[in-house]
């Protein structure tokens, strides 16, 4: 009836302090009804992992360098399930090289479950014993199911390796199209104005219905077709993905007529993620789920990141995680149900960058409380330190 309104484009959800509002009636009740049946035991420890945009040449090094048995062998394994040599990329480059999706998506999550390999084999740290709930941020969610026993960390690699050439062929195809160029694109502003900003920006991406009888449009020239809010982040961060053009002249737009002047970073990243582009990723993702074996339950909770509850069963895990690659990384709701709902005191970050550890702080703190706190472990210099740090806060938690 309507041929601008292509499935996905105009169908994406808003965030406004936790609550959600659609024009989808069946994806919000699908939260609440797996809002019911979620376990509220308390939790108190939570291992987090980064996602695309930490990569960097040389992020293996110190790890390497300091742990070389452990390190050169599940390089080895990882460059051996790939079949190229993935390790010699992430440690001599070139940038233009890692950057490439395909390219630095399962070195990031390689490199992440590196780190929580040689802290399981070399500081006797039992994932199992101390962690009690695993989530990731976007990619990271790949390394959160691995240290969580849901997939093993081989079908994760070739998962997050495949995926990612089909992530970068969806892009190359968007740009042959249109002409434009796709990424995405960072706004913070100040907190109080986060609920006005997603108000406006959820107005501009949904054109009212008056908007499609304007003979003067068409589906090629609708103004922010191929953008969408891809991440919301904290309480003053989200990211626009899709045409870069097309975010800034919504940019513009914000600024001219709503008074919104949120400060824009472009992130290191070629591709929309998240968005409506990635459908094909997406179809990949739950063909090539039903060939792997997931394990359902694992050792602990796991995150998602579309429902920002816990996944409920493995069909659960397939499809979410499948959606995932279209929808919105819910990273600020995930935080803070953990944070408010469950309990937990505790935020671990495993893997290349702080930039995980700075989005869980923004909403908790640095160190909440008593037996609590934030680390991030990144740099093997700061490993020893980091646990020890830990084991401090291990008898207030164990007491608590």
């Known amino acids: 009836m309507f041929p601008h309104l292509k499935k996905g484009w105009c169908n994406k959800t808003v965030l ?11 994806r919000t009740t699908q939260r609440h009804c797996a809002a019911n049946s979620i376990d509220t035991t308390p939790l108190r420890t939570a291992l987090f992992f980064p996602g695309h945009g930490v990569q960097r040449v040389g992020m293996a090094r110190p790890w390497v360098e300091n742990f070389p048995d452990i390190a050169g062998s599940f390089l080895d394994e990882m460059d051996s399930i790939l079949g190229f040599r993935l390790s010699r990329i992430i440690a001599e480059g070139p940038n233009s090289e890692l950057n490439k999706t395909e390219n630095s998506q399962p070195a990031i999550m390689a490199t992440s479950v590196l780190i929580l390999r040689i802290l399981e084999s070399k500081f006797a740290f039992h ?32 998962l997050v390796r495949r995926r990612a050439e089909i992530m970068s062929q969806c892009t190359q195809r968007a740009a042959g199209r249109t002409g434009e160029d796709y990424g995405m694109i960072a ?22 219905l008056s908007d499609f009888n304007d003979d003067s449009l068409s589906f ?4 922010f077709q191929q ?6 982040n904290s309480k003053n961060q989200i990211v626009l993905s899709g045409s870069i053009v097309r975010i800034r002249t919504l940019l513009i737009q914000l600024r001219q007529f709503s008074g919104h002047d949120p400060r824009a970073v472009r992130l290191k990243s070629e591709s929309p993620f998240h968005s409506p582009i990635m459908a094909p990723a997406a179809d990949y993702m739950r063909s090539a789920l039903e060939d792997i074996p997931i394990h359902f339950p ?23 995680l499948s959606q995932q690659c279209v929808d919105t990384v819910r990273w600020w709701d995930s935080i803070r149900y953990l944070d408010q709902e469950r309990g937990v005191r505790r935020w671990i970050g495993i893997g290349p960058g702080k930039v995980g550890r700075n989005l869980v702080g923004k909403e908790v703190g640095k160190v909440m409380t008593k037996g609590g706190g934030v680390w991030a472990i990144c740099d093997a210099r700061d490993v020893e ?4 740090s830990l084991e401090n806060t291990e008898r207030d938690v164990s007491n608590d």
């Open 227 to 232: 953008v969408v809010v891809a991440n919301i």
């Open 220 to 223: 090629g020239t609708l103004p």
């Open 127 to 158: 994932t199992k014993a101390r962690v009690d709930v695993t989530l990731g941020h976007s990619l990271g969610e790949f390394s959160a199911l691995v240290a969580g026993g849901y997939i093993r960390f081989g079908d994760a690699l070739r």
């Open 298 to 320: 694992a050792d602990m909770p796991c995150v998602s990141n579309v429902s920002g509850l816990p996944f409920t069963s493995e069909d659960s895990l397939k499809e979410l």
């Open 16 to 26: 406004y302090h936790g609550q959600y509002t659609t024009n989808s009636i069946g």
């Open 385 to 388: 330190d980091i646990l020890v």
């Open 187 to 208: 706004l913070v502003c100040e907190p109080e104005h986060m609920d006005g900003l997603l108000n406006t920006i959820h107005e501009f991406l949904s054109p009212s």
